[in-house]
């Protein structure tokens, strides 16, 4: 009897816990569709199409809309964040994704013993740096190179046959810088994971390749790598919710373009996170509330974004895994 006591305990209390994972995705969806359902009931479906961000005559009286009480000319609008948040995150991804294979294939592979263990410690080393450190690299040493340097040889290369390339070229603030930053940030995540995987692969299946005449390279293209399709998958799709919520170094570099859509790579954004994080202090200042309402609904749509993506991520994982 005091054994399935203890079992009882022990099955409960492990249940209780790993419920709090679940529980807590529920609780902040939940806190975040309270809070943004004012905002939802006065925007409608035009939050999502429209580039019109405008907090209302902070100076006058509040009137009545519709049943909500809201600033004259107010009016919120994200499509501009929608595709700045996505924009920035996809090109991160793919910069980052090459990078952190062929390093994860250089730590793995190219070097032994101690330097090994020394790039290890420093890639991870890389995934610790805060993000605000990033974001202060991007503007102190990025910007002025990108924007003197890069931008103009990309312009003057590529411009005239590409439209994405064509100027204005600006100072250096904008999509592509952004999404330097951001790459940078993701690498060492993309590195670290499939850098230890490559190592565990068993030695087997690199002597069977040898044994056939494969080089080390070889090897490591037809028999490695084919076998970590799926954690490559996994890995970037983290790489992605990473760079999709990011705040202070975007906002550090992105230009916080306001109620405008990139026409080219140069060009100024915003993303949801970094626009909640600049936007929320002017926003404490309308009397009605429905700025931060507004927030508020960004933020689940975010949030919404994140889900969709990991979402995305198991089918990925799971088509992947039924075809092998």
């Not at 340097?149 to 904008?174: A, C, D, N």
């Not at 202070?248 to 626009?275: C, E, H, Q």
């Amino acid at each position: 009897m005091q054994n399935l006591m203890d079992r009882l305990r022990f099955h409960w209390g492990l249940g209780a816990v790993a419920a709090l994972l679940p529980l807590s995705l529920i609780v902040i969806v939940v806190f975040l569709f309270i809070s943004a359902w004012p905002a939802i009931k006065f925007n409608g479906l035009g939050f999502l199409i429209h580039n019109s961000w405008n907090l209302g005559n902070m100076y006058a009286d509040p009137i009545t809309v519709h049943g909500t009480e809201v600033l004259p000319r107010a009016n919120y609008g994200v499509l501009f964040l929608i595709v700045g948040t996505l924009l920035t995150a996809l090109i991160a991804l793919v910069l980052a994704v090459p990078m952190g294979v062929y390093a994860a294939i250089f730590l793995a592979e190219g070097l032994g013993g101690w330097t090994r263990a020394v790039g290890s410690f420093l890639v991870e080393l890389l995934a610790a740096v805060p993000s605000v450190v990033y974001g202060l690299w991007g503007y102190l040493v990025l910007i002025p190179f990108l924007g003197k340097e890069v931008f103009p040889w990309l312009e003057h290369t590529f411009g005239s046959f590409i439209p994405v390339f064509r100027g204005p070229v600006g100072s250096g603030y904008g999509l592509l810088t952004a999404s330097i930053v951001l790459g940078f940030m993701v690498v060492p995540l993309i590195t670290a994971s499939l850098r230890d995987a490559i190592v565990a692969t068993p030695a087997a299946l690199r002597e069977a390749g040898a044994s056939l005449g494969a080089s080390r390279m070889e090897v490591v293209r037809r028999i490695i790598m084919p076998g970590q399709k799926q954690l490559l998958i996994g890995v970037s799709i983290l790489a992605l919710g990473r760079a999709l919520g990011e705040t202070m170094a975007v906002l550090m570099v992105s230009g916080n373009a306001l109620n405008s859509l990139p026409g080219n790579i140069y060009d100024p954004v915003s993303t949801m996170a970094s626009f909640i994080a600049s936007q929320l202090d002017s926003a404490m200042q309308d009397p009605t509330g429905m700025a931060v309402n507004a927030l508020a609904e960004i933020a689940l749509l975010l949030m919404v974004i994140s889900i969709l993506v990991n979402a995305a991520a198991r089918g990925l994982l799971w088509l992947s895994g039924n075809r092998t």
